[in-house]
């Protein structure tokens, strides 16, 4: 099992940018995909972004496609999502997650993910 720890959230202004962190424990990291979701109030939780064990693949919401950015650094059990030109429509709890299934593709289903973070909230101002 792993633990998840995010980082970073705040309130910030329309246009501006945040970076939220997640960090792992517990088992290897670099034997997991991670994913970012988030849920706003009363809506389900919804998939952001998710990068493969090494990286090298990532994918994105049409939504946050060309203003987020999802990295790891495996060295430091690290999972990051850089949002640029934050949105009023940004505003959730942002998730960070686990996917222990040793795919090359990166999952984007909520189901597909084993362990998940306690959530930090991101709120948008206009």
């Known amino acids: 099992q792993v633990q998840l720890v995010e980082s970073g959230g705040g309130l910030v202004q329309a246009g501006d940018s945040l970076r939220l962190s997640c960090t792992a424990s517990?088992?290897?990291?670099?034997?997991?995909?991670m994913g970012w979701f988030r849920q706003a109030p009363g809506k389900e939780r919804e998939f952001v972004a998710a990068i493969s064990r090494s990286g090298s693949l990532t994918f994105y919401a049409d939504s946050v496609k060309g203003r987020f950015t999802i990295s790891r650094d495996n060295a430091k059990n690290t999972v990051y999502l850089q949002m640029n030109s934050l949105k009023p429509e940004d505003t959730a709890v942002y998730y960070c997650?686990?996917?222990?299934?040793?795919?090359?593709?990166?999952?984007?289903?909520?189901?597909?993910?084993?362990?998940w973070g306690q959530g930090t909230q991101v709120t948008v101002s206009s």
């Open positions: 517990g088992r290897t990291f670099s034997s997991y995909a």
């Open positions: 997650a686990a996917d222990y299934d040793r795919t090359i593709i990166p999952r984007r289903g909520t189901s597909d993910y084993d362990s």
